[in-house]
């Protein structure tokens, strides 16, 4: 079974700041890899993919793919009070079902 | 812009009675999954359809548990003898593979399932 490890946190940063969100996994042949955003009481939404070694950028995401470390990480810039969620990393198994970390709570303040 | 849409948004019953979830997933989508989150947790896989058939269930899936897909569109879900540890949120994804996103999955609003 793989693994998905997240810092439950909270994160908290001020407004403004960048928020630095890390997972791990165990599996070494994982090829994809998803943030999702979840605030309380909602279902995740899907805001970041990514399938390759370095740095993808959307807006004010940057999502950071270290395969041989088997690191993903999700930078937010100029977070806001509306960040404020729990951001769950994703992994699938095999082509089908998502593994999920336990999500890290973020808490940006104003 | 339809999304992933579930029906109904929250359910309260008793234990011992049976339970029946539906989701619409995304209309050109092949692959509907049902997930299962509890509180503080990430969502847990449950089982998977691509077009009508069923081709993964969890060992979580208990035979209490049933889901089908008959014509390749809507899901239900269906729990029997409800049991207090069911309360959850049931959520339902949808995703086209193969394609050029990996898999990417879109999740619908979920069912609040409380069981007292």
């Known amino acids: 079974q793989k693994e998905v490890e997240q810092n439950s946190g909270p994160l908290s940063v001020p407004e403004g700041a960048i928020a630095s969100l890390n997972c791990t996994y165990s599996?070494?042949?994982?090829?994809?890899f998803f943030w999702y955003r979840q605030y309380s009481g909602k279902s995740p939404e899907l805001i970041m993919s990514?399938?390759?070694?370095g740095d993808k950028e959307d807006g004010r995401f940057t999502a950071q793919l270290n395969k041989a470390s088997q690191y993903v990480s999700l930078l937010i810039r100029d977070s806001q009070p509306s960040d404020s969620a729990t951001y769950l990393c994703?992994?699938?198994?095999?082509?089908?079902?998502?593994?999920f970390g336990t999500g890290t709570r973020l808490l940006v303040s104003p | 812009d339809t999304g992933v849409s579930q029906d109904p948004r929250h359910k309260i019953t008793k234990r011992g009675q049976n339970v029946t979830f539906r989701c619409d997933p995304i209309?050109?989508?092949?692959?509907l999954y049902w997930y299962r989150q509890t509180l503080g947790q990430g969502p847990e896989f449950l089982t998977y359809f691509q077009n009508e058939a069923q081709l993964e269930k969890s060992r979580l899936l208990s035979d209490r548990f049933s889901a089908e897909r008959p014509k390749g569109s809507f899901s239900t879900l269906e729990i029997q003898r409800t049991e207090q540890g069911d309360s959850a949120m049931y959520l339902c994804?949808?995703?086209?593979?193969?394609?050029?996103?990996?898999?990417?999955?879109?999740f619908g609003p979920g069912t609040r399932l409380t069981v007292l």
């Open positions: 209309s050109e989508h092949n692959r």
């Open positions: 994804a949808s995703s086209f593979v193969p394609g050029l996103t990996n898999n990417e999955q879109f």
């Open positions: 599996d070494r042949v994982s090829q994809s």
């Open positions: 994703a992994v699938p198994e095999g082509f089908q079902k998502l593994v």
């Open positions: 990514i399938y390759s070694n």
